[in-house]
């Protein structure tokens, strides 16, 4: 079939770069990450979603790197094209110097080719249903609402692959726009290493008015960029169904975010139509109570306790004295304690950072050193993990011999995070999966 013959049984409408979204890539795999708590979306807020062909992810702190510009962003979702990670499953990221973390859904092949992936920021997690990688080139992800979202991120085959390789991505693709119901939002976005062209005659209600170059073979929409010279394409989509066309808006390339990629971040704003849960109440931040064994904080404390103690009214009833002399130890210590704020990602040094910021600015400048850092930032980001993990190697030790027990699980609790139970979806009868709740029973 021709490409035309093949968009035109997604019946969606399409923005391209000046106009429009793109969402990641490639998917394998079998199962479905699920876990939902809340709503996240409504018609009152903007929820940022964003697209990007990282070119690779499996590099040391590459993860990372591309988890500080996500939240830089403030992107909810990021759909990850070229990921180049081998498997399929769920990744904790800790960016460096930000208090955040991020969840990557990834699906990937045996070899770290190609790739695809969701960089979902902590909120956004918790309103994940499910994560679906169909194959190495199509992966879902559905958010939870009263009208739910699923997100394609697709990885199409090049312009130079054979028809049999296209026309077989484009089967799976049509039949998992067919298995989700068309009542939900469906938003089809990738690198679709497509040409869109100018001529919209005849697809009015399909293609936006900002296309670029001429229709090729795999196109029907500048997000792609030769650093090296001055050519450069639209390749990246979003496609939302007609009916929730209106959900999309505000989408553009994004040139001021930089992860070593020669393709640009393209980012969508959507207002949905879906609830939104409560925030549940934060627990007390853990304070760092150990100071108080420093002699100069402890006589700090002593003074400060001492005064606020002569500043306190006498009680007859017991009880209530003892309340008020308990609030004010309590408040003498919390001034001189302040909250203990959480390590995400200390093996990434400070020079690391500084290069990143260097080889951002090379990027448009001088192409040469830009490659440059971009190979030293990698090497020193495997020498600063290894010898980070050597100290911690040594930490536990020492903490063994000398029976600290205390310390030894403290430092295991740290490096291993907080455990999450999982729930696998289940495989229905004829092979599809089981979507809803009532569906697994």
Not at 106 to 113: A, L, N
Not at 250 to 276: E, K, N, P
Request: glycine residues 6%.
């Amino acid at each position: 079939m021709d490409q035309r013959q093949r968009n035109s049984t997604i019946n969606a409408t399409a923005f391209g770069a000046a106009d429009a979204l793109a969402l990641g890539t490639q998917g394998a795999g079998e199962k479905w990450a699920t876990g939902c708590r809340f709503k996240l979306f409504n018609t009152k807020t903007n929820i940022q979603i964003a697209a990007w062909n990282v070119q690779t992810g499996h590099h040391v702190g590459q993860k990372e790197l591309i988890a500080a510009e996500i939240i830089k962003g403030k992107i909810s979702i990021a759909a990850l094209s070229e990921l180049r990670i081998t498997g399929s499953g769920t990744l904790t990221i800790n960016p460096p110097k930000i208090d955040e973390v991020v969840t990557l859904y990834y699906s990937g092949g045996d070899k770290r080719e190609a790739g695809v992936g969701f960089m979902v920021s902590r909120l956004a997690a918790q309103s994940v249903v499910a994560f679906q990688p169909l194959s190495n080139r199509l992966a879902i992800l559905t958010i939870n609402g009263p009208v739910k979202l699923h997100l394609f991120a697709a990885y199409a085959p090049t312009e130079t692959s054979t028809d049999a390789s296209k026309d077989a991505f484009y089967d799976q693709l049509q039949t998992a726009l067919d298995s989700v119901s068309k009542r939900d939002v469906i938003i089809l976005t990738g690198d679709l290493n497509a040409h869109v062209g100018v001529d919209r005659i005849g697809w009015e209600e399909t293609l936006r008015r900002f296309g670029h170059g001429n229709t090729n073979d795999n196109g029907l929409r500048l997000t792609w960029r030769n650093l090296a010279g001055k050519d450069s394409a639209i390749l990246n989509y979003v496609l939302i169904n007609r009916r929730f066309r209106s959900t999309l808006g505000d989408v553009r390339v994004m040139r001021g975010y930089d992860c070593g990629s020669d393709h640009y971040l393209v980012r969508a704003r959507l207002r949905l139509r879906l609830q939104r849960a409560k925030k549940q109440p934060l627990p007390p931040a853990k304070r760092d109570w150990a100071r108080l064994r420093d002699p100069a904080v402890g006589r700090d404390f002593r003074a400060m306790l001492s005064n606020r103690f002569e500043a306190l009214a006498p009680l007859d009833d017991v009880n209530e004295e003892q309340e008020q002399m308990s609030a004010a130890i309590i408040e003498c210590a919390e001034l001189l304690c302040p909250p203990i704020r959480r390590r995400t990602q200390p093996w990434i040094p400070d020079v690391c950072l500084d290069l990143v910021v260097e080889r951002k600015r090379l990027k448009h400048v001088n192409f040469e050193e830009y490659r440059r850092l971009n190979r030293e930032v990698r090497q020193r980001l495997k020498i600063a993990r290894e010898t980070y993990w050597d100290s911690v190697a040594t930490e536990m030790e020492e903490a063994a011999s000398r029976h600290e027990y205390r310390r030894l699980y403290q430092t295991i609790r740290r490096i291993s995070g907080k455990s999450k139970a999982t729930n696998d979806t289940i495989k229905k009868a004829d092979g599809t999966f089981a979507n809803s709740s009532g569906e697994q029973l």
